[in-house]
C-alpha cells in the first residue's frame, strides 16, 4: 500500500496504489474526472487528457539532497485535474528486495525535504512537505483543480547505511523511478467580466468560469445572483474558487444550500495578473436543474509611488516628494477602470521600485531603486516587489533582513513586515497573520527591544514575491497616527546560505535544464545549511583524522627504502608518487554524473587526504579532483609494478608493462575512477602474469620458486597477509564513522605488504648501488644476456 503525509489538510489530493503499470494507466483514462462524475452515460466533450513522461532516474539512499532524484512538470492552464502515475522497478537478483520508497510533490519549486530529521539554521521557515510512501512497484496521486505551471516531483530509497561500499565490488540492486503527468483540461472555460452577470445553467457537469485578476486588486467578490433550482428559489451549488498546491492548499469553497437567492464570498489579496479559477458544480443531484448569475466585482488599489529621490532620515520635518497615481491596468486586461471599483478615499499602498540585479546562478540581489531606506507609516502599507518569477530562481534560498532605526521605535510600536507570494499583505488594521486569499505569507517583527529580523525561505516558488511593511501600535494607536520609522532592508536569492559554512560545499545541482542547489556536508555536520552539530565532531578530532589519515602515508618511506636499496628506481619513484599524493584513501561518492560542481577548489592550494579533509583541517595544493585523480592513479600503479616486480621479468619487458598498465590505469580512471574494477583488472592481469612466471620456473628448475624457505616464510607470507587484510577492510569493514581508521590502516598495510612483496636485490647488484658514482663520471652497464661487465 501507500501511505500519505503532509502537515496540511488536503482535501483535493488522493493517493491509489495499484499493481499493474499498464493497466492503472488503462483505468485512470477510462475513469471519469471529478467534474464528470455525475454523469455515468455521458462523458463531457469539453475535457481533453493530455501525458506527460521524463526518463527515468536510478534511485539512490538518502544522505543529502543530491542524492534525491528530481523531476520537472509543467502543467498546462485550465486543469481540472492532474494524475501522477508512479512506476518503480528493480532487478530479480536476490539482493533486490522490497523497500520503501518516499515520494513528495511540490508546486512552484522542488520540495524541501528532511528525511534525517536534522535541524534547520535558524530563522528559516519550512513547510511541512507533502509525501507518500510507496511499498508497491506502482501507485496514483490526484490533485483536483491544480495550480497551472512548475510542479516538481522527488523520490528517494531509505537513509543510507554508514557502511562504505566499493562500487562494482559488491552486488547492488538498481531501483529505477519514473512518474508520468495525467493531465484532464478543460477547452472551453466562461470568462467572467468584472460586474458583468454570466447566465450559468447546471445539470449533471460541473460550469468551469475563470476571471483574470489585474494588478493592484485590493479585493474580489464573487456573487451568485437569481438562483433557482427546478424553478422554485435555493442554490444547491458549490463554489471552487482557486487552484490547488502542494504542500499547502488554499482552494476556497463556497457551499450555497440555503432558500436565500444570493450567496457571495470575499476574497482580500487576490493574486494579482493572472487567472483565477472558479468551478461551479450542482448539488441539488442527477437531472435537477439549477440556475443562477455569476457576478464578480473587483476593487482597485490607489497606489502611492514613491519617487526615486533619496529620502532620508533628516527629511523627517520636511514635505515629502511623493507622486500619486494608479497604476495602468494590466496589457491582459484593459477595461479594469471602467469596471473596477476606485475609492477616492486613503491609499492602500506605497510601492517602491525594486532593482533586480543578477549576480551568478540561482544568485540574486534586490535593493529599493536609488534609495537604502524604506518610509514605514501606520496608515498605508510599504510594499516592495520581488521578482523571482524566470522559473530558475526556485533553486535557492530567499534571504530577508530588515533594520530599524531604534530611536524611532516606541515602546507601544511595532513594525509588522509580511512576505507573501502572487499578492501583498494590506489588511494590517485588521489582522496581523500575514494571510492573503491563497497564501500564507510569512511574520516578520520590529521593535524597540528587536531591532533586526531575519527571514530565510528555502526554495521559494516560482512567483512575484512581496514585502509589506507597517507601523502598528497594539495597545494605543494614537502614537502612530504621526509617527513614521525608516527601515533598511537586505533582500537576495542564495544558492546556499553562507555557502553551507565551514563543514560543507555548496553544489549545484542539475536536472535537464533546471538548476538547483544544496549543501554536502563533512565532519558530522549535517542539516539544510550543515548547521546541525548534534553529530559532528571536534575540532581536536578533525585534527586528529586529518594527521592519522596524512602520516599513514609515510609507511610508503619503507618500500621506497626498500627499492632503493635493492636498486628498483621506478618502484621507488611510483611509491613515491603515491605518498606524496595521497592523503587518505577512497572518499565517500559526493555527486553523480548529472550534478555540477559549484565549488569544488580549496582554500588554499595538500595533498589529496589533507584536501579531502572538512572544516579546519583542510590543506590543498591543487584542484581538488585533481588531487584525487592522481591518488587513485598512484594507488593502482603501486599495486600494478609490484606485482610485476615480483615477476622477476627481463628488464625490458618489465619496463613495456609498467608504461602499458600506466596508461591503461590513466585512461580506466579517466572513464570511472570509483569503479572497482578499473584497478582490480589490471592487477589481477599482472597476477596471472606473476603467476605464469613463477610456474615457468618451477617447471624449468624442477622445483619450487622461490627456492628460499627464509623468502616464503619472512617476506611472501607477511606481505600476503597483510595485502589480504588490506583488501578486507577496503571492500567490506569501512563504515562512514570509522572511515579514519581503517583507512588509515589501509594505507599501512598497503604499504608494508609492498616492502615484504619486492624481490630480493640481483646477487650481482651492490647495496645502494644506484647511489655510487665513479670519479670520472662513467656509467657502469650490465649486459643481461651475458653477464658481463663493460666500462662505456
Request: some cysteine; overall charge positive.
Amino acid at each position: 500500500m501507500g501511505r500519505a503525509g503532509t502537515g496540511t489538510g488536503g482535501a483535493a489530493v488522493a493517493v491509489a496504489v495499484a499493481v499493474a503499470g499498464p493497466l492503472l494507466l488503462l483505468l485512470l483514462l477510462a475513469r471519469p474526472p471529478p467534474g464528470a462524475a455525475g454523469d455515468s452515460q455521458k462523458g463531457d466533450v469539453r475535457l481533453v487528457s493530455e501525458q506527460f513522461s521524463q526518463s527515468p532516474q536510478k534511485l539512490s539512499f538518502y544522505s543529502w539532497y543530491g542524492s534525491a532524484r528530481l523531476f520537472h512538470f509543467r502543467v498546462p492552464p485550465d486543469a481540472v485535474l492532474l494524475r501522477w502515475l508512479l512506476q518503480v522497478s528493480w532487478g530479480s537478483s536476490p539482493t533486490c528486495t522490497n523497500v520503501e520508497i518516499t515520494v513528495y510533490f511540490r508546486y512552484g519549486a522542488p520540495p524541501v525535504i528532511n528525511p534525517l530529521g536534522t535541524s534547520f539554521p535558524a530563522n528559516t521557515s519550512v513547510q511541512p512537505s507533502f509525501f507518500i510512501k510507496m511499498l508497491q512497484s506502482n501507485a496514483s496521486v490526484n490533485i483536483s483543480h491544480p495550480a497551472p505551471g512548475d510542479w516538481f516531483v522527488v523520490a528517494h530509497l531509505p537513509p543510507s547505511s554508514q557502511k562504505i561500499e566499493v562500487k562494482d565490488f559488491v552486488p547492488t540492486c538498481a531501483y529505477v523511478f519514473q512518474p508520468d503527468m495525467l493531465v484532464v483540461r478543460v477547452v472551453e472555460v466562461s470568462v467572467l467580466e468584472p460586474d458583468v452577470p454570466l447566465p450559468q445553467n447546471l445539470l449533471s457537469h460541473p460550469s468551469y468560469l475563470k476571471i483574470f485578476v489585474p494588478k493592484y486588486t485590493q479585493e474580489l467578490r464573487l456573487e451568485l445572483q437569481g438562483c433557482v433550482s427546478n424553478g422554485s428559489l435555493g442554490c444547491p451549488v458549490r463554489l471552487t474558487v482557486g487552484s490547488a498546491t502542494l504542500p499547502s492548499n488554499f482552494q476556497k469553497v463556497l457551499t450555497c444550500t440555503g432558500p436565500t437567492q444570493a450567496c457571495r464570498l470575499l476574497l482580500p489579496s487576490p493574486p494579482w495578473d493572472r487567472w483565477l479559477q472558479v468551478t461551479a458544480k450542482s448539488l441539488a443531484g442527477p437531472h435537477v436543474s439549477v440556475a443562477f448569475s455569476a457576478v464578480a466585482a473587483l476593487t482597485a488599489c490607489r497606489v502611492w509611488n514613491m519617487n526615486v529621490q533619496p529620502l532620508l532620515p533628516s527629511s523627517l520635518n520636511q514635505s515629502c516628494n511623493i507622486s500619486t497615481g494608479l497604476m495602468s491596468p494590466s496589457p491582459s486586461y484593459q477595461d479594469q477602470g471602467r469596471n473596477s471599483r476606485l475609492d477616492n478615499g486613503p491609499f492602500c499602498l506605497m510601492s517602491y521600485a525594486v532593482t533586480r540585479e543578477d549576480v551568478d546562478v540561482v544568485s540574486v540581489r534586490f535593493r529599493p531603486l536609488d534609495r537604502v531606506l524604506v518610509l514605514v507609516q501606520s496608515d498605508t502599507p510599504s510594499v516592495m516587489q520581488l521578482y523571482l518569477n524566470t522559473g530558475m530562481d526556485s533553486g535557492g534560498s530567499l534571504t530577508i533582513s530588515l533594520w530599524a532605526n531604534q530611536s524611532l521605535i516606541t515602546k507601544n510600536s511595532w513594525v509588522v513586515a509580511c512576505v507573501n507570494a502572487a499578492s501583498p499583505f494590506l489588511s494590517f488594521n485588521t489582522s496581523l497573520n500575514c494571510t492573503t486569499a491563497f497564501f500564507q505569507g510569512y511574520p516578520l517583527f520590529l521593535s524597540a527591544s528587536s531591532r533586526e529580523a531575519n527571514l530565510i525561505i528555502p526554495y521559494p516558488e516560482t512567483d512575484t514575491w512581496y514585502l509589506s511593511l507597517q507601523l502598528v501600535c497594539p495597545e494605543s494607536p494614537e502614537e502612530c497616527v504621526e509617527a513614521v520609522v525608516f527601515v533598511e532592508s537586505a533582500l537576495s536569492l542564495v544558492p546556499c546560505l553562507h555557502d553551507c559554512g565551514p563543514y560543507g560545499q555548496c553544489l549545484l545541482l542539475r536536472r535537464h535544464g533546471y538548476l538547483y542547489a544544496g549543501c554536502s556536508c563533512k565532519a558530522g555536520w549535517r542539516g539544510w545549511s550543515c548547521t546541525d552539530n548534534s553529530t559532528a565532531q571536534t575540532v581536536a578530532q578533525q585534527k586528529a583524522a586529518a594527521l592519522l589519515l596524512t602520516l599513514s602515508n609515510l609507511l610508503f618511506l619503507a618500500p621506497i627504502a626498500v627499492s632503493v636499496y635493492r636498486s628498483l628506481l621506478v618502484e621507488a619513484a611510483v611509491y613515491a608518487y603515491t605518498m606524496f599524493f595521497s592523503t587518505v584513501g577512497l572518499p565517500r561518492s559526493r555527486g553523480n554524473s548529472w550534478e555540477v560542481w559549484a565549488s569544488t577548489h580549496c582554500p588554499a592550494p595538500q595533498f589529496y587526504h589533507a584536501c579531502d579533509q572538512p572544516g579546519e583541517a583542510v590543506l590543498c595544493i591543487l584542484n581538488y579532483d585533481t588531487l584525487q585523480y592522481c591518488d587513485f592513479l598512484g594507488s593502482g600503479v603501486s599495486m600494478w609494478v609490484t606485482i610485476l616486480c615480483m615477476a622477476r621479468l627481463k628488464a625490458a619487458l618489465k619496463y613495456v608493462l609498467y608504461l602499458l598498465g600506466t596508461l591503461v590505469f590513466a585512461m580506466s580512471l579517466q572513464l570511472d575512477r570509483r569503479g572497482a574494477w578499473n584497478t582490480m583488472g589490471p592487477c589481477l592481469f599482472a597476477f596471472v602474469v606473476m603467476v605464469t612466471m613463477w610456474v615457468y620456473r618451477c617447471g624449468h628448475r624442477r622445483q619450487c620458486y622461490p627456492t628460499s624457505w627464509q623468502r616464503w616464510v619472512f617476506y611472501l607470507l607477511p606481505g600476503i597477509s597483510m595485502a589480504t587484510v588490506a583488501l578486507a577492510i577496503y571492500t567490506s569493514m569501512m563504515t562512514s564513522d570509522n572511515y579514519y581508521y581503517t583507512h588509515s590502516i589501509w594505507h599501512m598495510l598497503l604499504a608494508g605488504s609492498a616492502a615484504f612483496l619486492l624481490p630480493p636485490r640481483d646477487k650481482h647488484t651492490e647495496p645502494w648501488a644506484c647511489s655510487k658514482k665513479l670519479t670520472c663520471h662513467y656509467q657502469i652497464c650490465k649486459n643481461h644476456r651475458e653477464e658481463l661487465y663493460t666500462v662505456t
